[in-house]
């Protein structure tokens, strides 16, 4: 399954074959991947499947948190420029990139779809200052591309 879309890949500003914005599938290769991290605070880990010391001591509150890849190059960037530049196209590109990450995991761990999504909403001061919130911005695309409602 391809992401990419007519135009420029966010990342390596390469042209793309299909729609409008969005990643090549080179740089959705070459992210860094996360091996081995606790299920719960995905905090590098021994094993992926077992609940590292911390959250054995203080479990959270979900049973599984998953991300696309570590806040690092060249994501960031991406981020960095959707956080304080707000761009549709972007929310759309990310929730995109974590359909896939979400639908490969699925895959490898035969995980059951949940029931809604969370998200973490921004400080009111933030929100105001940027004019929106871009986590729930994504988590809303993301809802209507796997059919969950996001919790209030």
């Given at each position: 399954m391809l992401i990419t879309i007519a135009g420029y890949c966010w990342l390596c500003r390469q042209p793309l074959r299909y729609g409008n914005h969005s990643i090549c599938s080179s740089c959705?290769?070459?992210l860094p991947q996360q091996n081995n991290r606790c299920p719960g605070c995905l905090y590098p880990s021994t094993h992926s499947m077992i609940l590292c010391g911390r959250c054995l001591r203080s479990p959270p509150r979900w049973k599984q948190m998953l991300t696309v890849t570590d806040y690092r190059p060249p994501l960031n960037k991406l981020l960095h420029l959707y956080k304080y530049h707000p761009r549709p196209?972007?929310?759309?590109?990310?929730?995109k990139l974590f359909?896939?990450?979400?639908l490969a995991h699925r895959r490898e761990n035969l995980v059951r779809k949940p029931e809604q999504i969370i998200s973490v909403p921004l400080h009111r001061h933030r929100r105001w200052r940027r004019g929106f919130d871009q986590v729930e911005a994504i988590a809303k695309t993301f809802g209507k591309m796997v059919k969950l409602s996001l919790s209030p």
């Amino acid at each position: 399954m391809l992401i990419t879309i007519a135009g420029y890949c966010w990342l390596c500003r390469q042209p793309l074959r299909y729609g409008n914005h969005s990643i090549c599938s080179s740089c959705i290769r070459h992210l860094p991947q996360q091996n081995n991290r606790c299920p719960g605070c995905l905090y590098p880990s021994t094993h992926s499947m077992i609940l590292c010391g911390r959250c054995l001591r203080s479990p959270p509150r979900w049973k599984q948190m998953l991300t696309v890849t570590d806040y690092r190059p060249p994501l960031n960037k991406l981020l960095h420029l959707y956080k304080y530049h707000p761009r549709p196209q972007i929310a759309l590109c990310l929730a995109k990139l974590f359909l896939l990450r979400w639908l490969a995991h699925r895959r490898e761990n035969l995980v059951r779809k949940p029931e809604q999504i969370i998200s973490v909403p921004l400080h009111r001061h933030r929100r105001w200052r940027r004019g929106f919130d871009q986590v729930e911005a994504i988590a809303k695309t993301f809802g209507k591309m796997v059919k969950l409602s996001l919790s209030p």
